[in-house]
Structures are given as structure tokens and as C-alpha cells.
């Protein structure tokens, strides 16, 4: 067992020469039907699936905190921190804790938040409002809030609906996209046809001849 690694809480990987199929942040592998459940960087225990509304997230029975897929992010922080987020994450130190999977330290960074969905540093960008320090374990992409951290942080904010200038455009980028495609597969249609004419002719000289005759008789007239 390598340093750092908990029992029960490895994860197969290709290397070990078993595909794995991933099932949100559950690994299972054909020849190992177990699930790999992840545990509390602080305290090791499980940690137990639940959801709030909408939100799907891993929380410590012990009350440490609770975890949520990137994936799952999106349905709870705006856009502009979890491309912030991410971005920090592949680049940050590692932090104390360890991963809820196979024991490796996350990743550990100060998250800044505001209130819009501009991206950073992008004209419009609003000042932050805070910050709050979180722990990412990039692999498996699963992010670690303390207890609070989550709450910190601005809800997603609701898309602005389409003008009506955007709509007509779309639609007639989809109506164009259409008479391309038609187009397309009429001269294809047509080449195959031609194609299929010349081989069936190639292989009789007599006909060939006798279109030939004909079409000198006709470009003549």
C-alpha cells in the first residue's frame, strides 16, 4: 500500500490492466464489481450521497463537509468561478488534505467569487466579493467544501433569454445549413450516377461507340 493510500479506498486504474467505467465518482471495474466509495479527507469516514433540490453531492457524516463533481457545479455556481475555479486548480500547490479516493494531496487555492457571470478579467467584470479557499482533487475532479465554504459562494445565475435578432439569426443559419446539406447530397447523388453509367458502358465498347456517334451528331448540329 503506498503512502498517503487508505484501505478500501484504491481506485483500479487502466494501468492495472482493467477498463474501468466510471459512474459519476464511482469506479468499477469488470473483474472488480466493488464500489470504490470516496471518504472524508478529514476524517476517513464514507461519505454518504445525498442531494439538496437539484444539487447531487457527497457529504461527511461526521459533518466535516460535503464534495461535488465538476460536472455538478454547473447547476450550482456561476460560470465565471468554475472556469476559475478549474483553471486555478490545475495549477495550484498541493494543499493538506487528501484525496477522498486514493489518498494523494488536492490541490489548494483561494477561490474569488462576485456577483456576475463575466469572465475574469473580461470587460464588465465586477470586483470580487470575496474569496474562499478550497480543496480540488483534479483527477478525479471533485471539490472539497469545508463546512460554509459552499454557502459562500453565488448561486448560478439564470441564462438571459435569446433576443429575437439572435433567434432569427439561428434560424436562418439552420435554414442555410439545411440547403447545404441538400445540395451536398444531390451532387453526390449525381456523381454516383454518372459514375455507375461510364462503368457500365466501359464494359461495352459497342454502346460506347454508338453514344459517342451520337453526341459528335448533336454537337455538330
Known amino acids: 500500500m503506498g503512502p498517503g493510500t ?3 479506498v484504491g481506485r483500479p486504474t487502466e494501468e492495472d ?3 474501468v467505467v466510471t459512474l459519476d465518482r464511482m469506479a468499477l471495474s469488470p473483474d472488480h464489481p466493488t464500489v470504490t466509495v470516496p471518504v472524508c479527507p478529514i476524517c476517513a469516514t464514507s461519505l454518504r450521497l445525498g442531494s ?6 457527497w457529504s461527511c457524516p461526521n459533518g466535516h463537509g460535503l464534495a461535488i463533481t465538476l460536472t455538478e457545479s454547473y447547476g450550482r455556481l456561476q460560470d465565471d468561478e468554475i ?3 478549474w483553471q486555478l486548480a490545475r495549477s495550484a500547490p498541493a494543499g493538506p488534505l487528501p484525496s477522498p479516493f486514493d489518498g494523494r494531496p488536492m490541490a489548494r487555492f483561494a477561490l474569488g467569487f462576485d456577483d456576475d457571470e463575466i469572465p475574469e478579467g473580461e470587460p464588465g467584470d465586477g470586483p470580487d466579493l470575496g474569496a474562499v479557499e478550497l480543496d480540488v482533487d ?3 475532479q471533485f471539490i472539497w467544501f469545508d463546512v460554509g465554504e459552499l454557502e459562500e459562494l453565488p448561486d448560478d445565475l439564470a441564462n438571459t433569454p435569446p433576443s429575437p435578432e439572435v433567434l432569427a439569426r439561428e434560424a436562418e443559419i439552420r435554414a442555410r445549413f439545411a440547403e447545404d446539406i441538400d445540395a451536398a447530397l444531390e451532387a453526390r447523388d449525381d456523381g454516383e450516377l454518372t459514375e455507375r453509367m461510364y462503368q457500365r458502358l466501359a ?3 459497342d ?3 454508338t453514344v459517342d456517334k451520337v453526341g459528335r451528331a448533336l454537337t455538330s448540329y
Not at 439538496?52 to 453531492?57: K, T
Request: no cysteine; charged share 35%; glycine share 12%.
Open 52 to 57: 439538496e433540490g437539484e444539487l447531487d453531492h
Open 138 to 140: 483534479v483527477e478525479h
Open 6 to 8: 487508505r484501505s478500501g
Open 83 to 85: 472556469a476559475q475555479l
Open 203 to 205: 464494359r461495352r465498347p
Open 17 to 19: 490492466g482493467d477498463p
Open 207 to 209: 454502346v460506347l461507340l
